[in-house]
């Protein structure tokens, strides 16, 4: 999976392009919220792989981003995360996790270019 490499890189000392964040926040999503992404398909009858699950929140993540996609800035991925979460109705996970995933996607969006 490109953007849970993405995401360990975020994660390092090294520099990431723009794209990199945003793979790397969308990694830090589909870690975050895949389960629930697949937990929701199977109560409705259409059960989810791990890459499907990718693909689904990278629809969400496009469609939040929209013309940015290609060439998303800081000010766009923060707003995403923001987004995207309220979407995932993600005030509803313990608070140790949203406090993790906030953590890491600050650091995504502080280290972009």
């Known amino acids: 999976m490109h953007i849970k490499q993405m995401l360990t890189k975020a994660?390092?000392?090294?520099a990431i392009t723009p794209v990199e964040a945003r793979?790397?926040?969308l990694g830090c999503f589909v870690t975050i919220h895949?389960?629930?992404l697949k937990r929701g398909a199977a109560l409705l009858g259409k059960p989810l792989n791990d890459d499907q699950a990718?693909?689904?929140a990278t629809v969400i993540m496009k469609g939040l981003l929209g013309p940015q996609w290609d060439r998303p800035t800081k000010a766009a991925?923060?707003?995403a995360r923001i987004r995207m979460?309220?979407?995932?109705n993600f005030s509803q996970a313990p608070q140790d996790l949203q406090d993790l995933h906030e953590q890491v996607c600050n650091l995504i969006v502080s280290k972009t270019a």
Do not use: C, I, N, P
């Open 11 to 14: 994660r390092s000392d090294a």
């Open 23 to 25: 793979d790397a926040m």
């Open 34 to 36: 895949g389960e629930t």
């Open 54 to 56: 990718e693909h689904h």
């Open 77 to 79: 991925l923060a707003e």
């Open 85 to 88: 979460d309220q979407k995932m």
